[in-house]
C-alpha cells in the first residue's frame, strides 16, 4: 500500500548526507535526540523533530518543532479506501505555537497527541495501535513538510543529534518515516558500530537512514528514520507540515492520530518499500560516510 499523493518520493534522485554522533551515555543522559536539516546553501541548520524515549514505559515520544507555523492542530483522522484523508476537526485540538503538541506512541499500543502543557487526559486524542513489542518492519510516524518552509533555525545543535543535509536547490518538499525493527535480526557487533559510536548509526547502504538503538531503554528494537526528499511540492489541499501515527495494515479501518500546521488536511505518508534491516546495517561503511560528511560541512562553510 502506498500513499499517490507522495508516491513522487525517491531517494535516490537526490544526493544527501546525513550527519550522526552520538555517545551513548550522552544519548541516554540527555534522553532527547533532535533532527535537523540544512537546506542547499543555507549555513544554518533548521530543527524539524526532537525523539525521546519515555523511561517509564519505553514509549517513543515525538515533538515537532513548529514556532513559525501559527494554529497547530491535534487530531484523529481517518483514511477512505479511495486515500482520501479526513480529520475529525470537531474534536480537534488546536494550539498556537507557543504550546507544541507531541506524539506519545506507548509502549503498550496506546497512541496519542496532546499539546505538552496538558495535564492528564485534556486535549489527548487517542488511537491503539500494537504493542511496539510485537512490531518488526512496522512504520509507526511519518512526517510531510513542505520545505523551505517555517522550520526555525536558531535552535543550536547537539553533537548528539541527526543533521541531515538536502544539497540539492530542488528540493520541495521532505518525507520522514518512522520504522521499528527487531533488534535481535541485526549482528550485535554493528549496533553503534565501533568504539565511542554510541546507539545512533549510519544505515551503511542506504544515505537517507538513520538507526536508534532503543535497547538501553528496555525495548529490544532500533528506530529507523528515512528521509525521503522530492522536487515536488506536496498537495495543495495538504497542511504544510504533518506529523501522523498510524498502522500500515489498519490505516483504511482505524485511521491514526496526527499533529498538523496550515490550512489543509493532515498527510500521512507511508514508505512503499521498507528494507530489510539487515539488507543495509554494517559496521564497514561508517567510517567513509563520516568522513564524507565533514568534507560537505567543511567546504559549505
Known amino acids: 500500500m502506498s500513499n499517490p499523493d507522495?508516491?513522487?518520493?525517491?531517494?535516490?534522485?537526490?544526493?544527501?548526507?546525513?550527519?550522526?554522533?552520538?555517545?551513548?551515555?550522552?544519548l541516554s543522559r540527555k534522553r532527547s535526540l533532535g533532527v535537523h536539516i540544512k537546506m542547499h546553501r543555507e549555513?544554518?541548520?533548521?530543527?524539524?523533530?526532537?525523539?525521546s524515549i519515555n523511561r517509564r514505559d519505553g514509549g517513543i515520544m515525538v515533538v515537532p518543532h513548529l514556532q513559525n507555523w501559527g494554529i497547530i492542530t491535534a487530531a484523529q483522522f481517518a483514511v477512505t479506501d479511495a486515500w482520501r484523508v479526513t480529520a475529525d476537526t470537531a474534536n480537534a485540538t488546536n494550539t498556537g505555537d507557543e504550546n507544541r503538541p507531541k506524539l506519545h506512541y506507548h509502549r503498550s499500543g496506546m497512541t496519542s497527541v496532546q499539546p505538552q502543557q496538558y495535564t492528564g487526559a485534556v486535549g489527548r486524542k487517542t488511537i491503539h495501535l500494537p504493542s511496539l513489542d510485537e512490531l518488526d518492519t512496522v512504520q509507526i510516524f511519518s512526517v510531510a513538510a513542505r520545505l523551505p518552509g517555517l522550520l526555525p533555525w536558531n535552535q543550536l545543535e547537539n553533537s548528539w543529534d541527526v543533521i541531515h543535509i538536502l544539497d540539492r536547490p530542488e528540493v520541495k518538499s521532505l518525507q520522514i518515516s518512522g520504522v521499528i525493527y527487531n533488534r535481535s535480526k541485526i549482528d550485535a557487533g554493528s549496533i553503534g558500530g565501533m568504539e565511542g559510536a554510541g546507539p545512533l548509526t549510519l544505515a551503511s547502504g542506504h544515505n537517507n537512514a538513520v538507526f536508534v538503538d532503543l535497547s538501553g531503554y528496555g525495548l529490544e528494537s532500533v528506530l529507523g528514520l528515512f528521509f525521503n526528499p522530492s522536487p515536488l511540492t506536496l498537495p495543495s489541499d495538504a497542511a504544510d507540515f504533518t506529523l501522523a501515527s498510524f498502522h500500515p495494515r489498519q490505516l483504511l479501518t482505524q485511521g491514526g492520530v496526527a499533529i498538523y500546521a496550515g490550512d489543509g488536511r493532515p498527510t500521512p505518508s507511508l514508505l512503499a518499500d521498507i528494507p530489510d534491516v539487515s539488507s543495509i546495517h554494517s559496521v564497514s561503511a561508517l567510517h567513509p560516510v563520516s568522513s564524507n560528511i565533514e568534507?560537505?560541512?567543511?567546504n559549505d562553510r
Open 295 to 298: 568534507r560537505v560541512l567543511n
Open 6 to 26: 507522495l508516491s513522487s518520493f525517491n531517494s535516490s534522485e537526490l544526493n544527501q548526507v546525513n550527519e550522526t554522533h552520538a555517545p551513548l551515555e550522552k
Open 43 to 51: 549555513r544554518v541548520t533548521r530543527k524539524m523533530l526532537s525523539i
